[in-house]
């Protein structure tokens, strides 16, 4: 299968999409300068790091590039392993790291305007509004006569208005729940991560994240977040707010075939099916799966997804793979029902588990492969399997540089 794809790539394909060259622009059609994709060290320490193996020849082998854009490296709220996600930094690093899409998971705020956040009620934890007079508007404001006051502080963008939004910054998210002072709570960012690029996170609207991903040249994937108020809120419904995402990529001029909208709501989806039928053509249906006993009943809903008009599935990559008899990662079930049923599949998070040898301290990512992890560079061989055995179309990443490397020595677009 990898032949095949090499031998359709291998003409024409790197010379249009190298570094250098002058591209139209995804979203509107003008031509404009690409800037060099630059990955970093980390795609090459990975690689070293494998085991013995053709595979690690083969990309050995591309250690040279040419490096360019690619739609099978998805930006997770842009670069989050190291950048504040889902700030203007965080996605120009993605961009920049070869991601050809990038992710803008979307939320509204008190004055029902669309903004960028991983979810409605994460502000605690990926801002510094605790820091600001806006702290005052939190939904659950910190208990001081607890000994841990900020157990249970809540801050969300429908507390806040978006002017009062756009005047916060984006931190790293974390935060300690069982600190005794803010500090404590908010110097908490997982060691695997870092807070050197956190001094200056520019928070973005979801209209300003079309415009800057139309300027770096990136297709989008907007995610349509779970409200964490009750809905309608103030008039604004489910299905306003799933329409008010569409519009705004109409408005901005971005054609229907540059945009994946997403959402873990099957509902959503419907939606953009029956009312924005150009954009539910690639509309993705994010499947929430925590646990192998919930597998199953997944597995078993894929014809009928199919059969009302989903094109594209989305579960975590555990539920994509398996080891056969000698812990050798293999498509799973999931993955090869999901194929049968004419699906294509995405994918998510690459880079978002730490050190793969502290794994069984996280596991959630790999845990139906945990026997086949050996070494940081297994991290390569899972994308692998995914990408020519399970055949997904493209993988979220918090570091895009990693499946860059990939996918540019594989000749996937």
Known sequence: MRLFKNLLAITGVIIALSPLAVMADQNNGHSHAVGNVQLGPRPFYLVEDMQKSA???ELQQCSEGPFYKTDFSIGHRGAALQFPEHTKQSYEAAARMGAGIVECDVTFTKDKELVCRHSQCDLETTTNILETNLAGNCSVQPDFTSATPYKNVKCCTSDITVAEFKTLKGKMDA?????????EFLN??????TDL????????????SIQLFKKLGVKMTPELKSASVPMPFNGFTQAAYAQKLINEYKAAGVKAK?????SFNLEDVRYWIANEPTFGKQAVYLETLDVPEQVPAAIAKLPSLAAEGVKIVAPPMWVLVTLDANNKIVPSEYAIAAKAAGLDIITWTLE????????????YYYQSVLDGIKTEGDMMVMLDVLAQDVGIIGIFSDWPATVTYYANCMNLK
């Open 55 to 57: 595979l690690k020849t």
């Open 175 to 183: 935060g300690n729940r069982n600190a005794k002072t803010l500090a």
């Open 188 to 193: 908490a960012t997982p060691s695997f991560r």
């Open 197 to 208: 690029y956190s001094a200056n996170g520019t928070l973005l609207t979801h209209k300003e």
């Open 258 to 262: 540059n945009v994946w909208p997403q």
């Open 352 to 363: 978002r588990s730490g050190l793969l040898k502290n794994i069984s301290g996280n596991p």
